[in-house]
């Protein structure tokens, strides 16, 4: 069985590449560390925007791992015009996964993104791995095993956020809730 926890960074202080965690994003870096320490990770894998690395820093740091880069869990572009009506541009890309907006990315195009990476994982012989990726990503992933995840469980993750996904030998994959979000 392979175990793959999907982790949404910690709080930051904007969404640029270059943007840091804020001091309760390091303090939630350093609650994440602790929640995950009793779990056998095998394997680090996060998006290369700095707010991911420095979300799951300490636990690498605490197990003594490398952090793996992977473009394909950025953030998803939703577009690279000004939308002022993001929000509701973001809740119809929930229910039309081909829509897309000048400069964007569609919902499905960022699903089959991060659908490659989780592929690659489990066909790999790592038997447990941890990807740490941004809110609307996560969400697509979720998404792609289990269809009714849409735009109200995106507004309900918080930062951070821990899912379990298990892949059992029958080829079902359960999907697990394992974060508490008044745990920080």
Request: aromatic share 8%; with cysteine; net charge negative.
């Amino acid at each position: 069985m392979k175990r793959i926890y999907v982790i949404r960074h910690c709080e930051a202080e904007e969404q640029q590449l270059e943007a840091r965690l804020t001091s309760k994003g390091g303090q939630q870096a350093e609650t994440l560390a602790r929640f995950l320490s009793n779990k056998d990770i095998e394997r680090i894998i996060s998006s290369p925007f700095v707010r991911a690395i420095q979300s799951i820093q300490p636990l690498a740091e605490q197990k003594d791992m490398m952090v793996e880069l992977d473009e394909r869990l950025s953030e998803r572009i939703l577009s690279t015009q000004y939308l002022p009506d993001w929000l509701e541009k973001l809740k119809e890309t929930f229910d039309d996964l081909e829509l897309k907006f000048d400069g964007g990315e569609s919902s499905g195009e960022a699903m089959n993104r991060v659908v490659s990476v989780v592929k690659e994982v489990v066909q790999s012989d790592v038997e447990n791995t941890l990807i740490v990726t941004h809110g609307n990503l996560m969400s697509l992933l979720l998404k792609n095993f289990q269809s009714g995840f849409g735009f109200e469980e995106w507004r309900n993750l918080s930062n951070p956020d821990v899912f379990l996904l298990q892949f059992l030998e029958n080829d079902e994959v359960t999907v697990e809730r394992l974060w508490v979000s008044d745990t920080v």
